[in-house]
């Protein structure tokens, strides 16, 4: 019996790392019973797969994870960069347990993530807002590659995409300037695709994705590089090769 081989992807701790880095929507859900789900004003997620989440001083959460250390959950929701019908790509779950920081706790909390992430708003801890730390249990990363629990050691070893920073913007200019790339990208898709609405959806070392928006339901597909990718000039040859552009391809 012959089995349609999946093209390459990142490792799944490799993909949560990705989500993380990329810092999308979150939301708290405590096992407290204080709410169903909580906005942090912001949220940092380090190497270990520990979280680091700011919340305003008066909020039930701040003084119920002081009195002890509470279990919770963190949800990051990584969303296409371009606007479709089903924006959510990927979520990433970190499940541990949730407590807030005394003020030096705090401070040294603010100042390791402001060395990879500035952000005005934590000038805000120790005035009017806390900090708190998620210690991650497991974690579990869901999108079109499919769902894996994974433990915080395994997460800690993976390194986000090297595309990470950039992929939100070259999905955009494909998207808004270059619909005759997309065109061309799109005669990989199966037969029985190829009359939808065809959208950039993803980049990574591996390869791309493509969204096709159909009547009735929505298909991701993902088209592989001759071989992983980690630079733009590589990127790039890859990108012609897929465009069916030989000469181009051979170029810098």
Known sequence: MNETRRPPAPHPAERA????????RAALLPSDGTENRITPVLHHVHRHGDATIVLPDDHPLVEAARRTELTAMLELADQAPVQLREPVRGLLWITGWLRTL???????????????????????????????????ASLVVADAEGT???????????????????????LRHLELSHRDVVGLLAKHLPDD????????????????????????????????????????QELAVELRRLMGCPFLAQRR
């Open 17 to 24: 790392r990705t989500i993380a880095a990329r810092g999308g």
């Open 102 to 136: 005394d003020p030096a706790e705090a401070r040294e909390a603010t100042l390791r993530v402001a060395e990879t992430r500035p952000d005005p708003r934590l000038l805000d801890v120790g005035h009017g807002a806390s900090a708190l730390r998620l210690f991650p």
């Open 148 to 170: 894996t629990s994974l433990r915080p050691e395994l997460f800690a070893q993976a390194e986000p995409d090297p595309f990470a920073a950039y992929e939100d913007h070259w």
């Open 193 to 232: 695709l190829k009359g939808g609405h065809v959208r950039p959806l993803g980049l990574d070392r591996f390869g791309l994705r493509l969204r096709v928006e159909m009547s009735d339901e929505d298909h991701d597909v993902r088209i592989a590089f001759s071989h992983p990718v980690s630079t733009s």
